[in-house]
């Protein structure tokens, strides 16, 4: 609530979906969330006259479960405002072996995914693993856009062109 009453509601979404975030994967240890998103909603709900009410309602609304760093929170908003189908958070793909891969951002409806590429991903063993990954991904009939801050930078109109790109070639027609 505090934060509510001096952010913008893009930022408040980044810590909200902090907040709220937990998953579990086969790599890696389990997230677990700080406030669940029931009791956040539960206390947001009772909060009638508090300060940043309205601007937490608003956010909460846009929160999701399972993001794993305010870039992908930023981008799936970008993508959300845009009017681009939902992009799920840490979406579950099945390789063509039924072994799971997890993405960044997924929209199963259209088998399109988004991988948002941080600094990590410059070391050769996260190369490795994400050019695995992203075979994996291919094979089993899904396109994959990367996205990261230099792409970010150059603004919201190129990184959504790219989106649709894909989307377009996944069946998406707008």
Known sequence: MDLASVLPIDDLVVAGDA?????????????VAM?????????VDG???INGVRMARLALDLLRVGVDSPPESKLRLLLDDAGLPEFTPNCR???????LVWTDLGCPRFRTCIEYEGLHHLTPEQQALDAYRDQRVSDAGWRQVKVNSIDMGHGREWVVSRVKQALRKQGWQR
């Open 19 to 31: 907040i709220i975030s937990e998953l579990a994967r086969h790599f890696g240890p389990p997230k």
């Open 47 to 49: 909060a009638n006259g």
């Open 35 to 43: 406030v669940p998103l029931a009791e956040l909603r539960t206390f």
């Open 93 to 99: 793909v099945d390789d063509v072996l039924n072994r």
